[in-house]
């Protein structure tokens, strides 16, 4: 037990270290899509002494109507300009400690878990989305991490009741953030056959198909109206962008608008070195000189680059991750877990490349991963392929702690 007394501590003090610029002293904090961002105007918090503001873009916020279900105590209890100083940092615990949990879930010890969970929310595509007001971003990891835990529970203990929530949790993460909550739902989708597989020696199938009935039950009375949504089949479309009348015309226009965000291959060295391609423009002295977020237009037309991120995971990170792959050719008993988290990995980091992973990136036809996906039903509508280096991020998280995992001293694991 304790271990994992150290591990949550551990995990608080990483999370108020991240976050001590709003928590000592205690300084409002506006994220551009939070749902009181109409209220705390700029000039609010600019006029407060020490006050910390976040950037406000226009492309991110789209104005909807806030979910309470998750949050409202924060509402409730804690004044509107200080309610995202209290949900940023809450919500990167409850991801990490998800995480944690469901690694010792699958067997790993202490130690590597929290590894794991620390590697999650230092990960530069993580983290610095708070720089750009992503509320809905950390309420949807915190959403999913623990949805991941359920479902993994529910199968490996044929729980009614864990499978009931794994049911509500998934519905959160949808209405939090559809675009990538879409996408991590079916990383959940997979690994609950992969994992029913596995335990499939435990039977007791009619409590298992119980659960699967009521939690799809439950999803679909949480998150029936986001998944419409995220498929296309309300006004509104599944980015935070609008189309033009002439985009919606022309392939390549449509293309180009769906795949601006991409990940450029030459830059995969980034992941292991962050800040090597720059901090982001709006760092005036490491600004980014990449391409994501280049137009096809440009240099005659459209922008050059735009990226407020960081997308490294980190040395350390990536060695360890690529400690765990090689246990694919030992001896080591759990090369289903790793295999599937490898498959999430590389699938995330191909489909992130986007345009720049295709025979003819330039065309309103050709050839590559991301073009495969664009061209399903409604995926189209889904824009940013930058967006698959969250699930990406989470497989690398993963793969770090069966790494770390793997260098522990046999021990038992209390």
């Not at 000592?24 to 994220?31: C, E, F, G, K, W």
């Not at 699967?212 to 949504?229: D, E, K, Q, R, W």
């Not at 000189?289 to 037309?301: D, Q, T």
């Amino acid at each position: 037990m304790r271990p994992h007394l150290f591990s949550l501590l551990g995990l608080l003090l990483v999370t108020a270290a991240l976050f001590y610029r709003v928590l000592l002293p205690l300084s409002p904090v506006i994220a551009s899509d939070s749902p009181y961002h109409q209220i705390v105007r700029k000039a609010q918090i600019a006029a407060k002494p020490n006050g910390v503001m976040w950037s406000e873009d226009g492309y991110l916020g789209n104005g909807h109507s806030a979910n309470y279900e998750l949050y409202s105590p924060i509402r409730r209890f804690v004044p509107f300009q200080y309610y995202n100083t209290a949900l940023f940092p809450l919500c990167v615990f409850l991801a990490g400690l998800g995480l944690y949990a469901f690694l010792t879930v699958m067997g790993l010890k202490a130690k590597a878990a929290f590894v794991g969970a620390l590697s999650l929310i230092l990960s530069g595509h993580f983290i610095t989305c708070v720089f750009s007001g992503h509320a809905g971003t950390f309420m949807m990891w915190a959403a999913f991490m623990w949805a991941l835990l359920s479902l993994t529970v529910a199968v490996k203990s044929r729980s009614v009741v864990a499978m009931v929530w794994a049911g509500i949790l998934s519905a959160l993460v949808l209405r939090y953030q559809f675009d990538i909550g879409f996408l991590l739902l079916g990383i959940l989708f997979c690994w609950f056959f992969v994992l029913l597989w596995h335990e499939k020696e435990k039977k007791q199938f009619g409590k298992l198909a119980l659960g699967t009935v009521l939690a799809l039950i439950v999803f679909c009375a949480f998150g029936a109206h986001a998944f419409f949504y995220v498929l296309g089949i309300s006004n509104d479309s599944a980015s935070n962008a609008a189309i033009s009348e002439s985009a919606k015309e022309s392939r390549l226009e449509k293309w180009d608008w769906a795949t601006q965000w991409s990940f450029p291959v030459s830059e995969t060295s980034s992941l292991v070195f962050p800040g090597l391609f720059g901090w982001g423009n709006q760092d005036p002295e490491h600004p980014y000189y990449g391409a994501i977020g280049r137009s096809l237009k440009w240099p005659k037309g459209g922008i050059e680059n735009f990226s407020i991120n960081t997308q490294g995971e980190g040395a350390g990170i990536i060695l360890l991750a690529l400690l765990a792959v090689s246990l694919l050719f030992s001896r080591c008993q759990d090369k289903w877990f790793l295999w599937f988290w490898l498959i999430v990995a590389a699938a995330g980091l191909l489909f992130s490349y986007g345009r720049y992973c295709d025979v003819s990136p330039g065309s309103e036809t050709g050839f590559g991963p991301y073009r495969l996906f664009y061209l399903l039903p409604k995926m189209s509508d889904m824009r940013n392929p930058i967006k698959f280096l969250y699930p990406f991020m989470l497989a690398v998280s993963v793969l770090c702690a069966a790494g770390f995992n793997a260098l522990c001293k046999e021990e038992p694991n209390v």
